[in-house]
């Protein structure tokens, strides 16, 4: 971090300025901020904020015209303005973060990424994390197949991607990965294979592997930071030991799915946020008529898939991949941590479904854990 005397404070072109009369108006993202300027001081100085000068050079620059501004006078509103988050500074460039071809490929997220920076912050830094960042995807399906896709869109750099299945006519109505001409082919290495032609600077370590076990999942989560999990079967058992695995090494798992009309998304971030099965405990010990549901239900998705509508996965593997990005980046905290999130499809109304602790007794996370005992899960299918 440069020391505040270098720093030069610049306007971010995601913050339109406007004036009329006595007042600017300094805008973006569907809000406005109003600012009382009588004298004309402000629209100057936000002017002078255009990076190339330092603050003192700014307020020497607005004194030829309003000699009554004081350093003070700047300083204070320069923060404010950061606090606002207005301003970058242009002295934090992309030397030794990102190369010149990726300045260029990722020159939008950049810019959406500088939207949310403070001037501490360099804007570069948030496309490298994605690009460094190792997420391992459970599922190469209907969501698994946009989300492979939508990474390579938005620069991970490396990704494991797990699958078994093959190609059928019935997956062509949402898993835009594959054709017609697929139809009996392995999914996995037709996935690749497309996406890194749309990338080939993404790092796709593809495992053929139907997972049986925690112990399968332990194998493919080795070096990961995240994990998203969007593989469906068996339908519940695969949400416990994925659930136990990522418990076990602390990697945080971003999953979701679809039920008919509804999308649904959680992200768990172990020890801080509970688990599937304290979420399973808690819908038992609260609710007695839920917890039935949940075995009835339980068995009824085990016997046949759900239906599947195109719009509503491409929409729930926004909210998937959100979750990774605010997870890796940080510019916002996870939406989904410990809650269960989801969205009508229809009238798109979104929110909070169900919240829950995490458990001190839980068997998979609480501080007494330590076996392997299967757990029960979340219903989600992709
Ligand atoms: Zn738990």
Redesign the pocket.
């Known amino acids: 971090m440069p020391p505040d005397g270098t720093r030069r404070p610049q306007l971010k072109h995601t913050s339109p300025t406007f004036g009329s009369g006595d007042t600017v108006f300094i805008g973006g993202y569907g809000e406005v901020t109003e600012i009382a300027d009588p004298t004309g001081a402000i629209r100057r100085l936000l002017d002078l904020l255009d990076g190339t000068r330092t603050t003192g050079e700014v307020h020497q620059a607005l004194t030829a015209d309003f000699p009554e501004v004081t350093r003070q006078d700047v300083e204070e509103a320069v923060a404010q303005f950061d606090e606002a988050q207005f301003l970058l500074d242009a002295q934090l460039t992309s030397d030794g973060v990102l190369e010149a071809h990726e300045l260029k490929r990722w020159e939008r997220n950049i810019n959406f990424f500088g939207s949310f920076a403070r001037m501490d912050d360099n804007r570069y830094d948030q496309q490298r994390k994605l690009r460094d960042c190792r997420v391992t995807l459970l599922g190469l399906g209907g969501l698994g197949s946009h989300i492979l896709l939508d990474m390579a869109a938005m620069g991970i750099g490396h990704v494991r991607a797990v699958e078994f299945d093959r190609v059928e006519l019935s997956n062509l109505n949402r898993q835009i990965l594959y054709r017609e001409e697929d139809i009996g082919e392995q999914k996995l290495h037709l996935a690749v294979e497309r996406v890194k032609q749309f990338n080939p600077h993404i790092d796709i370590e593809p495992v053929d592997m139907k997972i049986g076990s925690v112990e399968d999942v332990l194998r493919v989560l080795d070096g990961t930071d995240v994990v998203i999990s969007v593989a469906d079967r068996p339908k519940m058992e695969i949400a416990n030991w994925v659930n136990e695995a990522c418990?076990r090494t602390g990697v945080p798992l971003i999953t979701g799915g679809l039920e008919t009309q509804r999308a649904v998304y959680y992200t768990m971030l172990p020890g801080r946020t509970?688990?599937?099965?304290?979420w399973r405990r808690q819908t038992f010990a609260s609710d007695a008529v839920a917890g039935q549901l949940l075995d009835e239900k339980r068995e009824r998705q085990i016997g046949g898939d759900n239906a599947a509508f195109c719009p509503l996965v491409t929409m729930t593997t926004g909210f998937l991949i959100g979750e990774l990005t605010r997870l890796v980046t940080g510019i916002a905290p996870p939406v989904a941590a410990g809650r269960l999130m989801e969205l009508r499809f229809a009238d798109y109304a979104m929110g909070e479904s169900e919240r829950w602790e995490?458990?001190s007794d839980?068997p998979?996370?609480?501080t007494a854990?330590g076996s392997g005992a299967p757990v029960a899960g979340l219903a989600v299918s992709g």
């Open positions: 418990v509970g688990c599937i099965e304290c995490r458990q839980c998979v996370c609480g854990a």
